[in-house]
């Protein structure tokens, strides 16, 4: 058995940042009498050479004698549209309906679908439109341009004379018209032109159009297909009890009680885990509650949110890896007239997906077949491979629609308890977790503690900045190479390179990984808490030099034309400096992370009894060529609600050891009735795209914090608000 492709009726694409340098096109032997295209996207490959030798490319454009256009892609849809956005890529270049593409998953393939950023076949960073804007667009004019250069061959005519429309190619003169299917063998003996142009901005006819969304109707229809939906033959159920203090071990199990609830087939034990095995998930549960376990915590039985919070305190008071370093803020902070010092603390935050944590195994002597949804399929490949003592041929993933992932299914932990349990079962095993499991048992974006100081001139502008702050490293463990020298690019971004002008400036960051909590990706990531620390404080210095906070962030970016369009446009659209109620609000925030650039206004009431609500949120994003503006304003919206949710209520906290939170009681999520009014309002630009995926959720959390500052004059140095600290008292 080896891992082959899966054809869908929906794309599946994702995430490709931008390569390093031009792609390359090859045509590789007709397969099947139709024309493959293979899109180089990392230097480390060789160029093959043209004819009939086979093309391993990244990714795929393959025409075939049925007419279709197939993708093959090596990213999975999430939510964001991608399954949409990018195949209007090729079908704008191509010349073809967006209704004749599909997509296929790609096979885990490291070699050959890794993402050129990262080196590894993975799903993530905000990146799939800026990768493919070049090399999709790349594939479909080249192949329309050798589709129309075999059309001309048969017609003794100058491909010139010839034009493609809506998947065929046309001669005007004499009126004759040919579909690229019957197109598709003679294309694919010819050799790839060079250079082939892109089409101007001007001639677009597909992209910049709110294109349905190719996914929709099987997502209300309920035909799509979620890794939790999945029922092979013969199929049993499980679900599982880890360990509650990370780290530990299962001491001892009495399955008596378990094993006497009708439904339930086996209990397995694994080093630091119990999973009981049913013939449907209700027996597996009630069997999971009948359990008597007693686990041993080892080292981190007494560990405390305080503990962790203390150990990162004591870190920022000695210098850290230099980050950024522009004149002499140092130099500048002794000699200030007026200093301003503040310290920021971010905490733990899980990922809550819908899609509670799953994934269905099937581990026999010689092959192993699993079906999930994950954004890193190769490492679930892997991880497999290691697990089963298999080689890499024999197992089979299957990827599927993700109900959630925001990081959260980067990570293999998933796939590898599945794949543990079923290697104690006969047939194919589901295992679901609980929600309770799903929360406690996740990989938390990580916990901060940041200190500012800055000088401030005459004027109150700063003449000198200093941030250094500590927390862990999700880059380093994830993806080692691309930790280097004491840093890695997600962890500092937001807070260097900021669009200020600031003659004195200087960044330090200490990775310090916390005991036995682990820590992985989450929306937005190392933005997601620079940003709310950078933005408030610019919101503190502007209150520090009684100037207005928008007209002092405006006053910082004579030299970001950009930022500063997005800015003021986005205090127009909000009416900012229009009287409000009392315990009302207007904040300001501004960032560039992704390739884009942001500005958002959030409108907040603090009701007496300290609650935040929020009633309006202006959104002007600049973030270049637009593939589809509805799938923009989608990610901008679905962004700033899950901002709003740990801006309100986003906490995990320790005790004994243990995730307190277990449920959508104790970690709320925000509820319908409490969404805001969101507008959204895109910059026209003919610049290269900029990420979206991930931008509206960092910047809508200084801007809450910093509308509950106008609204109470109360400054918040740390999420979520906390009710009782903006109770009006008199």
Known sequence: MTAEHTELDLPTAHCFPAPSRRSLLRTAAAAGGGLLLG??????????PAGGETFAPNAFIRIGADGWVVLTMPYVEMGQGTYTAIPMLVAEELEVELAQVRLEHAPPDEKRYANPLLGVQATGNSNAIR??????????????????TAAAKRWSVDPTS?????????????????????????????????????????????????????DAPGKVNGSAVYGIDVLPPGVKFATLAQSPVFGGRLKSVNDAAALAVKGVR???????????????????????????????????????????????????????????????????????AKRLDAIYQVPFLAHATMEPMNCTAHVRRDACEIWLGTQALARVQAVAAKLTGLPLDKVVVHNHLIGGGFGRRLEEDGAQRAIQIAQHVDGPVKVVWTREEDIQHDMYRPYWFDRFSTALDEKGLPVAWSHRFAG?????????????????????????????????????????????????????????????????????????????????????LEKSPRAKAVLALASEKAGWGAALPSREGRGAALQFVFGSYM??????????????????????????????????????????????????????TLKDGRVQQSNFDSYQILRINEAPKVEVHIVESSEPPGGMGECGTSLIVPAI??????????????????????????
């Open 266 to 336: 086996q209990v397995v034990r694994l080093d630091d885990a119990v999973a009981v095995v049913a013939d449907h998930m209700g027996a597996a549960k009630k069997g999971l509650q009948a359990l008597t376990i007693e686990w041993d915590s080892r080292r981190h039985g007494e560990l405390t949110s305080a503990d962790v919070a203390a150990e990162l305190e004591i870190a920022t008071r000695t210098p850290g890896v230099i980050a950024q370093s522009i004149g002499d803020a140092e130099a500048a902070l002794a000699r200030a």
């Open 162 to 214: 010839c034009r493609a429309l809506k998947g065929t190619v046309l001669h005007p003169a004499s009126q004759r018209r040919l579909t690229y299917a019957a197109l598709a063998a003679d294309a694919a003996r010819l050799p790839i032109p060079k250079d082939v142009p892109l089409k101007d901005q001007k001639d677009f006819k597909l992209i910049g159009t709110p294109a349905k969304r190719l």
């Open 705 to 730: 914090a910093n509308a509950i500052f106008a609204a109470t004059g109360k400054r918040l140095r740390k999420m979520p608000v906390e009710p009782a600290a903006l109770k009006q008292t008199t």
């Open 131 to 148: 990768g493919a804007w070049v090399p999709l667009r790349q594939a479909g004019a080249t192949a329309r341009a050798m589709l129309i």
């Open 472 to 556: 862990s490293s999700v880059t380093a463990r994830w993806l080692p190479l691309a930790f280097k020298n004491g840093l890695d690019p997600d962890t500092t971004e937001g807070a260097i390179d900021l669009t200020y002008a600031i003659p004195n400036f200087r960044v330090e960051y200490l990775r310090v990984e916390p005991p036995g909590i682990p820590t992985a990706f989450w929306r937005s990531v190392g933005p997601s808490h620079n940003v709310f620390v950078v933005e408030s404080f610019v919101d503190e210095l502007a209150a520090a030099a009684e100037q207005d906070s928008v007209s002092y962030r405006l006053a910082l």
């Open 599 to 652: 500005a958002q206004v959030a409108e907040v009431e603090v009701e007496k009894s300290g609650a935040v609500r929020v009633r309006r949120v202006v959104c002007v994003v600049d973030c270049g060529s637009v593939v589809n503006p509805d799938i923009v304003r989608a990610q901008i919206e679905s962004g700033i609600m899950f901002g709003i949710t740990a801006a309100l209520y986003g906490e995990i």
């Open 39 to 48: 899109l180089h996207l990392r230097d480390t490959d060789a160029a093959a």
